[in-house]
Structures are given as C-alpha cells and as structure tokens.
C-alpha cells in the first residue's frame, strides 16, 4: 500500500504529522504501508516555482492514494494565478482523475453542543454526501459572456452530463451505501432540468445492480431543507458538482466544528485522494494548536475506501471516539472541565487510544 504524503502550508504539516502517527502505529500492529513525502502548494511553488511540481505529481501517479495536509496562505496571495497553491489541488484532482468527492458529516455524541442546531435533531447524525466533481455546470461549454441583440450584457453557462459520467459516480454511490446503512438518495432538479432527467433515469437504471440498497430521489430545494430540518433521515446522498458543493457545505456546519471533518476524492479504481475538509489555517500555523482529527479520520477513509481495510478503519474512528470520551479536546472543541491538548498531544492519545 503505497501512500504519498503531501503535508503542504500552514498546519499542514503539523496535522499530517499526527494521521501519519496513527497509520504507522498500525503498520507496527501488521498493516504494510509505505510512506514517501513531497512538496505541495505554497511548499511546491518554494522548491520548483511550481504548486504541483513534476516529481510529487510522479509519485502521487505512482501511489495508490494519496494523504494531503492543506495547501496556501497570505504568502502567496500575491502570486500569478496558476503559480497559487490552491491551483496545485485542481491540478492534481483533474490530473489523477479523481470524479468523485465523499464528505462525510458526523456528529460525534460528545460534541453535540458544538453544532448550530438542537442536540436532539443532530445527536447520531452520521452521513455521507457522495458529490460528482469534474463535470456539471462547472465545466460544461459552451459558456460565457456576451451581448444580446438589445444590446445587453448576458452571462451564460451550460449545465451537461454524459450518460456515462451519471453512472460511474452513481456507482460510487452505491458502492458507498453498500459499505454503511444501504440507505441512498439521489439528490436532482427532475421537475425543471433536463440534466436531471438524464440524471434520474441513470440512477434508477444503476440500481437494479444493487438491490440491497434502497434508493430515493428528492429535489435540491427539499434537500436543502430535509439537511436542517431532520438530517438523520440520510444515510448517502449522491448528487451532481453544483448541488452537492452546496449540500455539503450545509451538511458540513450540522456537525459544528471544521477541525473534524475528512474527505475523500476518489478515482477509477479506488486511486484516492484523502484530507480534512478545512483549509491551511495560517493564524494557528506552527503553534500546536491545530485539530489533527479531520486529518487522522481522512486516513480512516484512506483505509476504507482505497485499501478496503475496513477493520483498520474502524480501529482509527473508534480510537477518535475513545480520545474524545476521555475529554480530550484541541483549543476549537474546547469546553470547560476538559482536557485541552496541543496537535501533537492529540496525536500520541489517538495513537494510545488505538492500543486499549
Ligand atoms: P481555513 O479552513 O484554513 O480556516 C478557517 C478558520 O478555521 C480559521 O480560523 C482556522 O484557524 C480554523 N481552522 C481550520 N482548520 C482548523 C483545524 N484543523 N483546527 C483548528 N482550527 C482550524 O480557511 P481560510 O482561513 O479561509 O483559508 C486559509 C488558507 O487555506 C487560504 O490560503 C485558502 O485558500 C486555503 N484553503 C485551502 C484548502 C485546501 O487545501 N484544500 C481548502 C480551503 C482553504
């Protein structure tokens, strides 16, 4: 199992540092890893003036995943768009062909005052948005910008989805729903869009593959709503790139806090790309004070949906579930009465958590 570690800016290496503890810890326990880092982002650009520069695109090519920390910063603000960090995570996602993006949204029962809504419509939420990344309205052509016959500016995109495109991520998520609740929802815009029409009949049609799994179709603008007004009733959502960058973002924020969020963008085959949901965090960079858990849980999907470790998996969520039980907190899920630790602390009590 060979993982390419890119911990790239900010806390990125800090909190790459820890998921790194915890995989090592495993292979200690017979787990056969093999680990190799490079440069990315920002710490690309400084070593090859490139945010993804050749070699860690080679190795990332040549791994079966990839484990990223979090790329960018006010350093590189200034620079030429396609030098800028944030470039080196769409180059890779296209370049690796990953099409499929899973954001889980879990609320962990010690956290449930952290989330916006009441602990008794979140506690035991536990989803999954499966969101299709490399087409839809994002990427459809033709697209632009001109002037009407009356003389007026217009603006104009074009939301599209091949046939095959709806069904390989529709087959992601089933496979998905196979591996938690069987429970899956496709998420469209039926009524109105002719995309969706595509969309619905292609899933329905993906389905009888999977008759284990019970599918359900809701419209966006109910989904929207069903997110906040009883969330538990979901298990996997699959939706297209512009309605699931929305809904996972809403679905995001139930669980409350950014620090414990992991995601995962998958390929063909299983090639992966795994990390936290959150950004490089430059006003706690390299002070310890970072939330190394969305990272270590990213290493849990790692090992699920790359490596089919699904055992190895469980063993990381549990122990993240353990940590937290015994008070355990970093500075933003801090709370009176517990026990405050710095990212590193974090890391050694998932690692110890691991061995009970
Ligand atoms: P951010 O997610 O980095 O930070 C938002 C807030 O959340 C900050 O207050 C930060 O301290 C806090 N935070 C984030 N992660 C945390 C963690 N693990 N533990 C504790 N607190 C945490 O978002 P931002 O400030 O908008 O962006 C900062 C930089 O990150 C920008 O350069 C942006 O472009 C980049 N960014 C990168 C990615 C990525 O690498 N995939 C994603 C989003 C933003």
Known sequence: MKI?????????????????????????DGLRLELEDAPFGGAGYEAYGDPLP??????????????????????????????????????IRRELGLFANLRPAVLFPELAGASTLRPDVVSGLDLMIVRELTG???FGEPRGRRTNARNEREGFDTMLYSEPEIRRIAEVGFATAMK?????????????????????????????KYPQVALSHMYVDNA?????????????????????????????????SIGMLPSASLGERAKGLYEPAHGSAPDIAGR????????????????????????????????VKRV???????ADIHEAGKKRLGTAEMGDAVVAALRQ
């Open 4 to 28: 390419a570690v890119l911990a790239g800016d900010g806390i990125g290496p800090e909190i790459v540092a820890q998921a790194v503890k915890v995989l090592r810890a495993l292979a200690g």
């Open 324 to 330: 937290l039980g015994q008070g355990c907190r970093t």
């Open 288 to 319: 310890n004070l970072a939330n190394p858990l969305a990272t270590i849980l990213s290493s849990a999907m790692m090992l699920r949906y790359t490596f089919n470790q699904d055992e190895a998996a469980r063993r990381i969520e549990g122990a």
């Open 54 to 91: 050749e070699p860690t695109l080679r190795l990332s090519r040549a791994a079966d995943a990839v484990l990223c920390g979090a790329v960018g910063g006010p350093k590189y603000d200034g620079l030429p768009r396609v030098q800028r960090p944030e470039q080196g995570i769409l180059r």
């Open 224 to 256: 929207a709503m069903q997110l906040v007004r009883s969330p538990r009733q979901f298990d996997v959502i699959v939706t297209g790139n512009l309605f699931g960058d929305i809904l996972s973002d809403e679905a995001s924020m139930l669980t409350g």
């Open 180 to 208: 938690r609740g069987r429970k899956l929802c496709s998420v469209d815009k039926e009524n109105v869009l002719e995309t969706s029409r595509l969309w619905r009949e292609v899933v329905s049609d993906v389905a009888r």
């Open 136 to 138: 839809d309205i994002y």
